[in-house]
């Protein structure tokens, strides 16, 4: 089924009035998707921005706000839908979590966390070319392999 370029529009704007998600869709598809290197750039620092306003106080405040963070980033690599964007912004998500002044092995909740996105990083490097796969390995092997036993 063609449709006509007016008939398209109003679809999309239709598809616009309704959910946030749509609209962060929409705004992706037609502003952003053309540069990837910018997009993951701003999703950088939107997630180091979310690190920084942290409430560290309680390890419960402390894993409500991991879950909100990853929940919001893989939102985002949903919306690129590309194997890149995914490992840089979780290769980032990793780093800031080693980067809170958190004592890790307090918490085996948050320490899943980071070693559950550390095994979808190695998935998602093995799905990449050979040359690719062995720098972003080389990256990986720069993150501590685990904050300790995963349970």
Request: overall charge positive.
């Amino acid at each position: 089924m063609h449709q006509d370029t007016e008939a398209l529009v109003v679809l999309c704007l239709r598809l616009a009035r309704f959910k946030k998600d749509n609209k962060e869709l929409l705004t992706y598809l037609l502003f952003e998707a053309n540069d990837n290197d910018a997009y993951v750039a701003n999703i950088k620092q939107d997630i180091s921005a979310q690190f920084g306003a942290m409430n560290a106080g309680n390890s419960y405040f402390i894993k409500k706000t991991l879950r909100k963070i990853l929940s919001i980033t893989t939102k985002f690599i949903q919306y690129s839908g590309s194997e890149l964007v995914k490992i840089e912004l979780l290769f980032h998500y990793c780093t800031c979590m080693l980067q809170m002044d958190v004592i890790f092995h307090r918490n085996a909740v948050i320490a899943n966390l980071y070693w559950n996105q550390r095994k979808k990083i190695m998935k998602a490097i093995s799905t990449l070319h050979e040359d690719l796969q062995y720098d972003f390995s080389r990256r990986l092997e720069a993150l501590p392999l685990q904050l300790w036993e995963p349970l």
